[in-house]
């Protein structure tokens, strides 16, 4: 059939040729019209506060995600074994089908360069560069049996952050506030921090909104000075000026909201509202040096000088404010050479922050309602890299603590085998983890879905169980 009209005919028969020969592509345009997800809510209620699935233990998450892959070896996961055979080549049957990241497996065994010790009255082992860690060990959960599919830096990061090694799915942030909503009006619901040496490898998309309306993205903040660029107005615009200019933007936003019905303007709406009200909120947050001397000096934090502890003092003072998710990024801990240094200013850099945030929420009745994470994309190898001072990337067993949110305190989950190799009882995978966290928040992980492409996805893929033993 000739699909093209012929010229020359009249208006008449051309609307004949057109509903004839093409009302399945109009048919298919108004399937479309009529399958697409419609927005939930209109834009003034984008992060309304949400019922969840069954009722929570915890309401906001702090997740400290130490990127690079932090040595469990030398940390938490203390090998006896693996120090008595320093130097000698692994047994031929750990290594069957194992690939690494760059080294040779056949590389000799490297013994732990650090001494550890018992702690609190759950005696759990804790190693000498974490002396304030150990402080903190009756109130955490200790997780030595994590385990991942990926051993390279940016797929390992995303798929922990994301539940997925590609790029484009929703962060577990963004699942969260989908989920909740956000009990601020006045910050993003999602905060994200930077420090270390590098951003992290898996860049934004360790906090990106996928598929999810981008309102859910999480939002970057410097660690001092106007926590985003641009948030204060410019000369000659005062504040009378930017709120009638707004009120005009969001007005003509509105119309076409109501006429396309698309997300992604009410995301917009969203932001323009949200950065005007942070120019108020966000300045008083920022200012550290309101806190008292021995709160500052407690976490190691210095007003106007970025550091981790500054953010970890912030992300406290995110949560009391209702920010429902904060996560701070210090990429720092890949220690192909340089083991020993690396991880002696590593821990010097965190650990006094990351116990005194525990603390901090303890005292303050806030640990009840918000759950502490640390941990990377995955741990280090057994065997030496670069001389006799370095290990390599490992996904098959590593180790994270968490705290507070319903999180059962002073127990150690997991084991590895005698060489820190591979998990040999209560393996935690990525999934497990998310499953378990979205628990905890109030969802059958099962449940919070969002329809895309013609499939539900969700933060678990299809994967995961709720690790029960670590529910207090």
Known sequence: MNNHQPSGISPAIARRWFLRDCGVGLGALALGQLTQPKPAVAASDAMAVRPSHHPARAKNVIYLFMAGGPSHLELFDNKPALAERDGQLPPPSLLEGYRAAFINPNSRFLGPKF??????ECGAEVSELLPYTAQVADDMAIVKSMASDAFNHAPAQILMNTGAQQFGRPSMGAWVTYGLGSETRDLPAFVVFSSGSKGPSGGNSNW??????????????????DPVLYL???PGVDDSLQ????????????????????????????????????????????????????????YGAEPGKPSFANNCLLARRLVERGVRYVQLFHEAWDQHGGLVSGLTKNCKDTDQACAALVKDLKQRGLLEDTI?????????????QGGNDGRDHHPNAFTYWLAGGGIKPGVTLGESDEFGFNTVADKVHVHDLHATLLHLLGFDHTRLTYRFQGRDFRLTDVHGQVVEKLLA
């Open 232 to 234: 204060s107005n410019p």
């Open 372 to 384: 502490v994470i640390w941990g990377g994309e995955f741990g280090r190898t057994p065997m030496v």
């Open 208 to 225: 990106g909104s996928g598929f999810l309306p981008t309102v859910h993205s999480g939002v970057q903040f410097r660690g001092a000075g």
């Open 243 to 298: 709120a009638d200019s707004l009120k005009t933007i969001n007005q003509l936003n509105r119309l076409r909201l109501d006429a396309m019905g698309d997300p992604e303007i009410a995301t917009r709406i969203n932001s323009f509202e949200m950065a005007f009200r942070m120019q108020s909120s966000a300045p008083d947050l920022m200012d550290i040096g309101q806190e008292p001397k021995h709160v500052l000096e407690m």
């Open 115 to 120: 001494k550890f010790a018992r702690h609190g």
